[in-house]
């Protein structure tokens, strides 16, 4: 495997590069080409993997072990007895030291680059098969925030890649006939954006499958209480087309996810903020201008990952830091039939 294809900057991958470093940071760096604002970084490719694998020996104790199911796990059982064995092969291997260079030389220039010793950086796995419009791996990965320094940095790149066998991740390759060992895995190195507000949006309603309009939705903090589901969120309605900010819905957010010295911890939201927006209306069309640049270029429905860092004044310190094109659209419904929807089952109770 050639070493200069070990690591790539994202400003330097696009959506032809998806083979070499997944979907994630296939996208990642087609929005920067697109003038979208992305928090700047690396990924770790597919090619440094499958050398990881090869030169620790890894691949061969894998195939070895899988020969105990030759006609793929079949039960929760023998799935978990999958996942931990395979998981603990790779855990158990070091990367080998002309890739640990390799990946600690980029990490320091991202280092150098910020002036920031120790950078804070978010680590995610990026599959081939993931963020794709065919597939649905995407969040059935492990991700890892608050990443620093060159150690932690290499610990987490493994773990990464062990996370590709998970149980859920082994059932979705054999229900989808890919195998257990399918696929390869990239890795996405990013700068941690200081998440003062953060969130998700939708170009498409999840549930009505109106297309006209951005749906966003964030709270304080790190956007793992959104994606998680532990707040109801703040609700920002944008007409797609004049980029005007039609509703809001700003609920009482109690908790959120915040940054610790390393990683990050759930806590109270402080009681003089729960009631208030999160983000400023000309930060919502902000995001949902960029949302509707990228979902413009793929032509495609999209769902993305937005944050606003609070040590940056407006427009700087408004990022994606993901997007995909959605895998399932409902069937765009009337007005009258959503009512139907709602009304008619208090009937049939």
Request: net charge negative; aromatic share 6%; proline share 2%.
């Given at each position: 495997m050639a070493i200069e294809k070990w690591v790539l900057s994202l400003d330097d991958v696009g959506r032809e590069d998806t083979g070499l470093v997944g979907g994630k940071c296939a996208n990642l760096g087609e929005m920067m080409k697109l003038g979208v604002r992305v928090p700047t970084g690396f990924a770790v490719t597919t090619e440094a993997y499958e050398s990881f694998l090869k030169?620790?020996?890894?691949?061969?104790?894998m195939s070895r072990y899988l020969e105990k199911f030759p006609d793929m796990p079949q039960t929760l059982a023998e799935f978990q007895e999958v996942s931990k064995a395979i998981q603990?092969?790779?855990?158990?291997?070091e990367i080998p030291k002309v890739l640990q260079k390799a990946i600690s030389r980029e990490y320091n220039g991202l280092c150098q680059k910020t002036g920031v010793p120790d950078l804070p950086v978010a680590i995610r796995s990026s599959g081939v098969a993931e963020d794709m419009p065919t597939a649905s791996f995407a969040g059935q990965y492990d991700?890892?925030?608050?990443?620093?320094?060159?150690?932690?940095?290499?610990?987490?790149?493994?773990?990464?890649?062990a996370s590709g066998f998970t149980t859920r991740c082994i059932n979705y390759r054999v229900q989808n006939k890919l195998g257990v060992l399918g696929g390869s895995i990239s890795i996405a190195v990013q700068k941690m954006v200081n998440s003062r507000a953060a969130g998700v949006g939708f170009?498409?309603?999840?549930?009505?499958?109106?297309?006209?309009?951005?749906?966003?939705?964030?709270?304080?903090?790190?956007?793992?209480?959104?994606?998680?589901?532990?707040?109801?969120?703040?609700?920002?309605?944008?007409?797609?087309?004049?980029?005007?900010?039609?509703?809001?819905?700003?609920?009482?957010?109690?908790?959120?996810?915040?940054?610790?010295?390393?990683?990050?911890?759930e806590e109270d939201v402080p009681f003089e903020k729960q009631c208030l927006a999160c983000i400023s209306d000309e930060e919502a069309v902000l995001v949902a201008q960029f949302t509707k640049l990228v979902e413009s270029h793929y032509g495609l429905p999209?769902?993305?990952?937005?944050?606003v860092d609070g040590d940056l004044r407006f427009p700087e310190g408004v990022f994606l830091v993901q997007a995909r094109p959605v895998t399932?659209?409902?069937?765009?419904?009337?007005?009258?039939d959503q009512i139907l929807d709602n009304i008619m089952p208090r009937f049939y109770r």
């Open positions: 030169e620790t020996g890894a691949d061969k104790e603990d092969i790779i855990v158990s291997k991700s890892y925030l608050n990443v620093k320094g060159e150690e932690d940095v290499l610990q987490k790149v493994r773990l990464c890649w170009t498409v309603h999840p549930l009505s499958g109106d297309d006209t309009r951005i749906i966003l939705e964030g709270n304080w903090g790190l956007g793992e209480s959104v994606v998680q589901g532990v707040v109801d969120p703040d609700i920002f309605v944008i007409d797609k087309e004049s980029l005007a900010l039609e509703e809001k819905e700003i609920s009482t957010k109690r908790r959120q996810y915040s940054f610790r010295d390393r990683g990050t911890a999209i769902d993305i990952e937005w944050a399932v659209v409902v069937e765009k419904r009337s007005t009258t």
